[in-house]
């Protein structure tokens, strides 16, 4: 399966989940996840690196290894991407893309998707530049992702601007906005965070499956 973290405007948390959802999926259910990050050299993602050797003429050279997903960062897309993305599909479970706003790039990605989560925030701007993009995905594949939700937009609204439901809403999180300086994704190093139910929610699309209500019953009650 191949999912992919979209948006035309930066710094609206694609990053941020795009790492977290693969770390779950490979915390909770095992699963052998690529993180293919199209950022190059403002990746996140070389917080977890030892080496800014990152970069291979395929999809499938200089992969590293991680404790939380394997990796590959990229800053252009290889013509040869959809004959790499085939084999690396007889490789791992769930492949993700975390994708550079850069509107070629994204529509490139999107056509070879299962699942696409257009992640925005409750500003008009990041409404509007994504609602251009709306225009141009396979609405049928899209989720619509409200992150850093703080309910100056209703999400009503929100929902009637891009004529679908949001799938999720995910406010303000401390763990999602500090992981990083954990040098790990949420689920490694605070399995009773909150922001990990709203993970859940996205990898539901995955799996689906949600852990057990009883569950988080005992860690969020």
């Not at 800053?75 to 991407?81: I, M």
Request: with cysteine.
């Amino acid at each position: 399966m191949i999912i992919s973290f979209i948006s035309l405007k930066g710094g609206v948390g694609k990053t941020t989940l795009s790492i977290n959802l693969g770390a779950y999926l490979k915390k909770f259910y095992n699963y052998k996840v690529l993180l293919i990050d199209t950022n190059g050299k403002y990746s996140q993602n070389l917080f977890y690196l030892k080496e800014n050797n990152f970069y291979g003429n395929r999809l499938w050279n200089d992969i590293k290894i991680t404790p939380f997903y394997h990796l590959k960062i990229i800053d252009r897309l290889p013509e040869t991407y959809i004959n790499d993305i085939n084999y690396l599909k007889r490789v791992y479970d769930i492949i993700i893309f975390d994708v550079f706003p850069n509107p070629e790039l994204i529509i490139d990605i999107s056509r070879i998707s299962d699942i696409i989560f257009l992640v925005i925030n409750p500003d008009f701007y990041s409404l509007y530049v994504n609602r251009k993009l709306y225009n141009y995905l396979e609405k049928d594949k899209v989720k619509i992702v409200v992150n850093k939700y703080d309910k100056s937009l209703d999400l009503d609204f929100i929902s009637e601007v891009f004529e679908k439901d949001v799938y999720c809403a995910i406010p303000m999180n401390k763990d999602l906005s500090i992981f990083q300086y954990k040098y790990a994704p949420i689920s490694f190093y605070n399995e009773k965070s909150k922001a990990l139910n709203y993970i859940d929610q996205l990898s539901y699309l995955v799996t689906g499956k949600r852990i057990k209500k009883g569950i988080f019953s005992k860690i969020f009650g």
